[in-house]
């Protein structure tokens, strides 16, 4: 096993499930002390005793990163048990998907403040820190539909753009100061989060097969193969890497077409 990560300190939101789990695990893996930030005590204490179990360290701390007081408490734990945080992922997201003139003005909130507000106060309550070191990674987690739109899905896209935005705006603000921020934007990843969204639709076994037909791949990606890039975004191995959006997405954007036979531009 790679030790590229020995004893850095590194944070990862949403890590109780998912994209975020299998991206803590990873780290731990390669001898990173992990901060396991997540709204769900119970899933995200069983990631931090399994990544113990494995000989890893790994600190819980419940986390709301809709709420500033929240995330600051957080890397205050970290700092406290181990110190300036090297690398932050802000993974913590959620879907909320609706058509804009039936969407009620909560879930527009709801959305904004998980999963755009939620990447600005991890970035403000860390920066400060790696600042003081010269030195820092922040990944922030965005998605394909903060680059493209699939029809009612609003505002989720609408935040995601947010989020390469933002990304941009930090990296070149700070990308002097030594602070890399980059972002990435994955598609369709089997995660329960995309259980929950093909649960949503009439027939979610034939929803699932048109979404793995409709990729060049033929299927989804794994949480794996997302973390392999965010923990090569967080290393050193890219320190050029500024402000930059990486696409993961088993060729999903490049596709105009849904069905093959449509020549039509
Ligand atoms: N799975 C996909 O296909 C896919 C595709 C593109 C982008 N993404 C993005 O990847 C990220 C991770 O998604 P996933 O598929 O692993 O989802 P998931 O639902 O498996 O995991 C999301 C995690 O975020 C946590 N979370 C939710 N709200 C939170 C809050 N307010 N504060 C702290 N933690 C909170 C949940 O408890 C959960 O552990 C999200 O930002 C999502 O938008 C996922």
Known sequence: MSNRFESKIVI??????????????????????????????????????????????ALFVETNVAEFISVDNMVSQTLDTFGIPDVLINNAGINVFGEPLNMPDSEWK???????????????????HMLKKNKGSIVNVASVHGIQIIPNCFPYPVAKHGVI????????????????????????????IIDRFFNTKPDPIAARKEAENHQPIKRMGTTDEIANTIMFMSSDECNYMIGANIVVDGGITLRMHENEDTGAG
Not at 34 to 56: L, T
Not at 111 to 127: E, H, Q, R
């Open 12 to 57: 990862v939101t949403g890590a109780a499930s998912g994209i975020g789990e299998k991206t803590a695990i990873k780290f731990a893996n390669e001898g990173a002390k992990v901060v396991i930030a997540d709204i769900n005590k119970e899933m995200g204490s069983i990631v931090a005793d399994q990544i113990k179990k494995n000989n890893g360290e």
């Open 110 to 128: 709801r959305a904004f403040s998980v999963d755009l507000d939620g990447v600005w106060f991890g970035c403000k309550a860390v920066l400060p």
């Open 165 to 192: 935005g933002l990304t941009k705006a930090l990296a070149v603000d700070y990308a002097a100061k030594g602070i890399k921020i980059n972002s990435i934007s994955p598609g369709y990843i089997e995660t329960p």
